[in-house]
């Protein structure tokens, strides 16, 4: 039996995960049918919505990539630095911090109060208003999306070898054909899984169509279901909805697994950039990188300055404690974003567990695709659905308000189980292979191999996984949104509570307290527990 | 002639203070431990690191700011010399017409390498199914053809087996006799080189530390 205990923490997780899943689907395919389904896909609305969740996700990207590109391709030569360092280690913070963080900073720089608009104001006497709709979508997106694309490129040139940078500038290859010859044979590849990435990440982007959308006329499919659940209390239609959005989640979700088997997310800061500065310099170059470099900043960091600024203007400490509503959802934060974020490490590294002696030692192929299926399941069954299906299923037998955090705490856990697993995985393989030798020879097995031995040597990937699972579902407004409550209810939909109700103020205690925690993770997280690189 | 003149550069806490003289036509070998600052000297003549001071002439030009495309000088590296998406043909093209357009005469100056090289049969190969032979000299035949007088070589054949180390040397020679080139080498295995180079120069801690002819090397120089 003994043998076997490896494989049944696998298959254990497995069923966990697929039970969520399957009382979920139950939920949903207790309210649909063909029939409602075609006569649903047939509404002029869903089609629209249908239309347009396509469109903003290939605008964005396309966007993302345009600016991403030059950008790279200009920061490149002056990452040594350590300015330019800080700047892109902001810049990675604001694409794996809580969404609504950035959507409430680019509120503060493009909204009709904010900065650009105050900017208007003064010169020409009047405000500016283009923030909802498209505009603010694509706007929030490329604030999210450069930033990624950006640290995508940048490990790209970096693999470009010393030696080649020497023979194109020794052979006078100008800026077209250092880019043609060197640069964009060592990043095409990249740009198209970053570009899928991306697209899925505008496709399935709910907070930030749900706050700067405004209104049903501006939404993707996820926010409608949100809207057909909570606004109109359309079950059929969310149902509908929601079997749109798997079957074109499947097919987003079959693109980025294929595209990504092999990449490794890592931070920034663990990028050791070495990219060589040789290039001609002249003042045409310098004002070109001048140029790109604002748009750059325009981008990305406006936004977050915009942030700080608006959080150093919060007011005290004392206003901040005596909000006895922001402290709650504190607390609830806390408590929600860590248990789902120490379960979805814990779930994932069984799950790896029983992969890896499905692969290494058995050989079972069909069983480790199973399980390695079941973790990323998640990526085709959008969390507000699987919240819907949820509520549908259990709704006759429990106190949904009494099982409300044990539901929030199940699907976020989920939702960031991939995530884990790529981060925890290569790693966790890595060292398997690695030592398999060394632990057999010495008869290290059982919990104390785990403990004492694996992750130790994990020790970095874990922090990373943990610190990316607990901010991810600490800024999660989809389900809380659903299942929330005046006594439950976390920081970000206090915020977007706050937002709604134009308490600004108190949106700005909110993210101040949301983005301390976060940031704190993160850096707890890299700073403490990671590898010193760099 | 290659004349440098007390060149000092700090690379974090590594500093260095190379002077030395190199005749037209003459064939150095560079020799020292790892990390004594071999490749920063070929790095500083070449342009790829510019000096913090001191001076370094070729034919009495000033080059301590001449960027590396305008320094009669080309290099060939231990490895990734090659650019993997284009053809044995493209890359050494590029030694003549970065622009990888070629008109009639520039067409037959390749061809005329790579029949010199014997690599005619591997005109439109992908770089990927050379050996580390055929790569060095599609490498070599880039740098034949950008025609510059100067060559640095930094431990081109150390990956090869001691018979192709030999064969390249040679070829080596051959370029370098027919063409008046000046070779600047950083050895491996100097003892291999002993009857190609003209002198060898040691290299320690970022200094030069002497000259040696090749009739007074023996293994116990490092």
Same mark, same amino acid.
């Given at each position: 039996?003994?043998?076997?205990?490896?494989?049944?923490?696998?298959?254990?997780?497995?069923?966990?995960?697929?039970?969520?899943?399957?009382?979920?689907?139950?939920?949903?395919?207790?309210?649909?049918?063909?029939?409602?389904?075609?006569?649903?896909?047939?509404?002029?609305?869903?089609?629209?919505?249908?239309?347009?969740?396509?469109?903003?996700?290939?605008?964005?990207?396309?966007?993302?990539?345009?600016?991403?590109?030059?950008?790279?391709?200009?920061?490149?030569?002056?990452?040594?630095?350590?300015?330019?360092?800080?700047?892109?280690?902001?810049?990675?913070?604001?694409?794996?911090?809580?969404?609504?963080?950035?959507?409430?900073?680019?509120?503060?720089?493009?909204?009709?109060?904010?900065?650009?608009?105050?900017?208007?104001?003064?010169?020409?006497?009047?405000?500016?208003?283009?923030?909802?709709?498209?505009?603010?979508?694509?706007?929030?997106?490329?604030?999210?999306?450069?930033?990624?694309?950006?640290?995508?490129?940048?490990?790209?040139?970096?693999?470009?070898?010393?030696?080649?940078?020497?023979?194109?500038?020794?052979?006078?290859?100008?800026?077209?054909?250092?880019?043609?010859?060197?640069?964009?044979?060592?990043?095409?590849?990249?740009?198209?899984?970053?570009?899928?990435?991306?697209?899925?990440?505008?496709?399935?982007?709910?907070?930030?169509?749900?706050?700067?959308?405004?209104?049903?006329?501006?939404?993707?499919?996820?926010?409608?279901?949100?809207?057909?659940?909570?606004?109109?209390?359309?079950?059929?239609?969310?149902?509908?909805?929601?079997?749109?959005?798997?079957?074109?989640?499947?097919?987003?979700?079959?693109?980025?697994?294929?595209?990504?088997?092999?990449?490794?997310?890592?931070?920034?800061?663990?990028?050791?950039?070495?990219?060589?500065?040789?290039?001609?310099?002249?003042?045409?170059?310098?004002?070109?990188?001048?140029?790109?470099?604002?748009?750059?900043?325009?981008?990305?960091?406006?936004?977050?300055?915009?942030?700080?600024?608006?959080?150093?203007?919060?007011?005290?400490?004392?206003?901040?404690?005596?909000?006895?509503?922001?402290?709650?959802?504190?607390?609830?934060?806390?408590?929600?974003?860590?248990?789902?974020?120490?379960?979805?490490?814990?779930?994932?590294?069984?799950?790896?567990?029983?992969?890896?002696?499905? &692969? $290494? #030692? +058995?050989? /079972?192929?069909?069983?480790?695709?199973? @399980?390695?299926? %079941?973790?990323?399941?998640?990526?085709? !069954?959008?969390?507000?659905?699987?919240?819907?299906?949820?509520?549908?299923?259990?709704?006759?037998?429990?106190?949904?308000?009494?099982?409300?955090?044990?539901?929030?705490?199940?699907?976020?856990?989920?939702?960031?189980?991939?995530?884990?697993?790529?981060?925890?995985?290569?790693?966790?393989?890595?060292?398997?292979?690695?030592?398999?030798?060394?632990?057999?020879?010495?008869?290290?097995?059982?919990?104390?191999? &785990? $403990? #004492? +031995?694996? /992750?130790?040597?994990?020790?970095?990937? @874990?922090?990373? %996984?943990?610190?990316?699972?607990?901010? !991810?579902?600490?800024?999660?407004?989809?389900?809380?949104?659903?299942?929330?409550?005046?006594?439950?209810?976390?920081?970000?939909?206090?915020?977007?509570?706050?937002?709604?109700?134009?308490?600004?103020?108190?949106?700005?205690?909110?993210?101040?307290?949301?983005?301390?925690?976060?940031?704190?993770?993160?850096?707890?997280?890299?700073?403490?527990?990671?590898?010193?690189?760099? | 002639?290659?004349?440098?003149?007390?060149?000092?550069?700090?690379?974090?806490?590594?500093?260095?203070?190379?002077?030395?003289?190199?005749?037209?036509?003459?064939?150095?070998?560079?020799?020292?431990?790892?990390?004594?600052?071999?490749?920063?000297?070929?790095?500083?003549?070449?342009?790829?690191?510019?000096?913090?001071?001191?001076?370094?002439?070729?034919?009495?030009?000033?080059?301590?700011?001449?960027?590396?495309?305008?320094?009669?000088?080309?290099?060939?590296?231990?490895?990734?010399?090659?650019?993997?998406?284009?053809?044995?043909?493209?890359?050494?093209?590029?030694?003549?017409?970065?622009?990888?357009?070629?008109?009639?005469?520039?067409?037959?100056?390749?061809?005329?390498?790579?029949?010199?090289?014997?690599?005619?049969?591997?005109?439109?190969?992908?770089?990927?199914?050379?050996?580390?032979?055929?790569?060095?000299?599609?490498?070599?035949?880039?740098?034949?053809?950008?025609?510059?007088?100067?060559?640095?070589?930094?431990?081109?054949?150390?990956?090869?087996?001691?018979?192709?180390?030999?064969?390249?040397?040679?070829?080596?020679?051959?370029?370098?006799?027919?063409?008046?080139?000046?070779?600047?080498?950083?050895?491996?295995?100097?003892?291999?080189?002993?009857?190609?180079?003209?002198?060898?120069?040691?290299?320690?801690?970022?200094?030069?530390?002497?000259?040696?002819?090749?009739?007074?090397?023996?293994?116990?120089?490092?």
């Amino acid at each position: 039996m003994r043998k076997y205990n490896w494989l049944i923490s696998g298959l254990l997780a497995s069923f966990l995960i697929l039970l969520i899943i399957i009382v979920s689907l139950f939920g949903i395919l207790k309210y649909s049918s063909i029939k409602l389904i075609l006569e649903i896909i047939n509404d002029r609305y869903i089609q629209s919505i249908i239309y347009f969740t396509i469109y903003q996700s290939l605008i964005s990207c396309f966007l993302s990539i345009l600016i991403a590109l030059p950008l790279a391709l200009t920061i490149q030569k002056y990452v040594k630095y350590r300015l330019v360092k800080i700047v892109l280690s902001l810049a990675w913070l604001s694409f794996i911090s809580p969404v609504i963080i950035g959507v409430f900073a680019i509120i503060k720089l493009h909204g009709i109060s904010g900065w650009i608009s105050d900017v208007s104001l003064f010169i020409t006497g009047e405000k500016l208003e283009y923030i909802y709709g498209l505009n603010g979508i694509l706007i929030a997106h490329i604030f999210f999306n450069v930033p990624f694309a950006l640290r995508m490129i940048l490990s790209s040139l970096n693999t470009i070898p010393n030696e080649l940078w020497r023979v194109a500038i020794q052979n006078n290859l100008n800026r077209w054909q250092l880019f043609k010859i060197l640069e964009w044979p060592a990043i095409r590849n990249n740009i198209l899984i970053t570009s899928a990435i991306i697209l899925c990440l505008c496709f399935t982007s709910f907070v930030v169509v749900l706050i700067l959308g405004g209104g049903p006329k501006y939404s993707i499919i996820e926010v409608a279901i949100y809207y057909a659940l909570k606004i109109e209390f359309n079950i059929d239609r969310a149902v509908t909805l929601g079997i749109i959005q798997i079957i074109l989640a499947s097919f987003l979700a079959l693109l980025i697994i294929s595209f990504t088997k092999n990449y490794r997310i890592e931070p920034y800061t663990k990028l050791n950039l070495k990219i060589p500065n040789l290039q001609k310099n002249n003042y045409k170059i310098l004002a070109y990188d001048i140029f790109i470099i604002l748009v750059g900043i325009a981008a990305f960091l406006l936004p977050i300055i915009a942030l700080i600024v608006s959080c150093l203007k919060v007011g005290n400490f004392y206003s901040l404690i005596s909000n006895t509503g922001l402290l709650n959802s504190l607390y609830w934060t806390i408590i929600l974003g860590f248990s789902s974020g120490i379960l979805s490490v814990l779930l994932s590294m069984m799950l790896l567990m029983s992969l890896k002696i499905l &692969i $290494l #030692k +058995y050989k /079972i192929k069909w069983l480790a695709v199973v @399980i390695e299926l %079941s973790g990323n399941l998640i990526l085709i !069954l959008p969390p507000i659905l699987l919240a819907t299906g949820i509520f549908l299923s259990l709704r006759n037998i429990f106190n949904i308000q009494q099982i409300a955090p044990y539901i929030i705490i199940g699907i976020n856990c989920l939702t960031t189980i991939p995530f884990s697993m790529r981060i925890l995985g290569s790693d966790y393989l890595r060292i398997s292979s690695i030592y398999s030798r060394l632990f057999d020879a010495y008869n290290i097995t059982g919990i104390s191999r &785990i $403990l #004492k +031995y694996e /992750i130790p040597m994990m020790r970095s990937s @874990i922090a990373t %996984s943990l610190a990316i699972s607990i901010t !991810l579902s600490m800024g999660d407004l989809g389900v809380i949104s659903l299942f929330g409550s005046t006594d439950i209810r976390t920081l970000p939909l206090y915020i977007y509570q706050s937002l709604g109700s134009y308490r600004m103020d108190n949106a700005a205690q909110g993210i101040l307290l949301l983005l301390i925690l976060t940031t704190s993770i993160i850096f707890i997280a890299e700073q403490i527990f990671g590898e010193k690189n760099d | 002639m290659i004349k440098v003149e007390n060149i000092s550069v700090k690379l974090d806490d590594f500093k260095t203070n190379y002077s030395m003289d190199v005749d037209n036509g003459e064939w150095i070998g560079i020799i020292g431990q790892s990390g004594s600052g071999k490749s920063t000297l070929l790095n500083l003549i070449a342009g790829f690191i510019y000096a913090d001071s001191g001076s370094i002439r070729i034919n009495s030009v000033e080059m301590n700011s001449t960027h590396p495309s305008e320094r009669p000088v080309s290099c060939l590296f231990q490895e990734n010399n090659l650019f993997p998406h284009l053809s044995v043909y493209e890359n050494i093209a590029i030694g003549i017409s970065p622009r990888l357009k070629l008109n009639a005469s520039e067409k037959k100056e390749v061809q005329e390498i790579l029949d010199y090289l014997n690599l005619s049969d591997k005109h439109n190969s992908d770089i990927g199914t050379l050996s580390g032979g055929e790569r060095q000299r599609v490498a070599i035949g880039r740098i034949v053809l950008s025609n510059k007088k100067i060559i640095l070589l930094d431990e081109p054949f150390s990956q090869l087996d001691p018979i192709l180390r030999i064969e390249m040397l040679n070829l080596i020679r051959k370029i370098k006799d027919e063409k008046k080139l000046t070779i600047i080498m950083v050895l491996h295995t100097p003892i291999e080189a002993v009857s190609y180079v003209d002198r060898f120069i040691q290299i320690k801690n970022g200094r030069i530390e002497r000259n040696i002819k090749p009739t007074e090397y023996s293994l116990d120089i490092t």
